[in-house]
């Protein structure tokens, strides 16, 4: 089966679609059958998106990423740090 990704808008959205039908009685397995996910997908997102509104998820996104760009950079200059320090302790 084809994985899909989706922005965090739209799993916000359908976070709030499936609350609305959960409210009126529905079942999570019938609900997430209707949104075209699994349950463990419902679940993980409605943990990682439960109370966050579409801007907020939006931002948390973009965080997301500008964190992993500065682990990148943090990670090459330690591993500079590391060759110019070997390159210090040989008796030039």
């Known amino acids: 089966m084809k994985r899909k990704r989706h922005s965090a808008a739209q799993v916000v959205t359908k976070l709030r679609e499936a609350d609305k039908a959960l409210a009126e009685g529905a079942v999570v397995g019938q609900v997430c059958k ?3 996910i699994s349950e463990h997908t419902y679940y993980r997102w409605r943990k990682q998106y439960g109370s966050l509104t579409t801007d907020q998820a939006k931002r948390l996104k973009e965080l997301e990423h500008e964190n ?9 200059q330690a591993m500079d ?3 110019l320090k070997e390159l210090l302790r040989k008796n030039w």
């Open 34 to 36: 209707q949104l075209g």
């Open 68 to 76: 992993t760009k500065l682990k990148r950079i943090v990670a090459e």
């Open 81 to 83: 740090n590391d060759a």
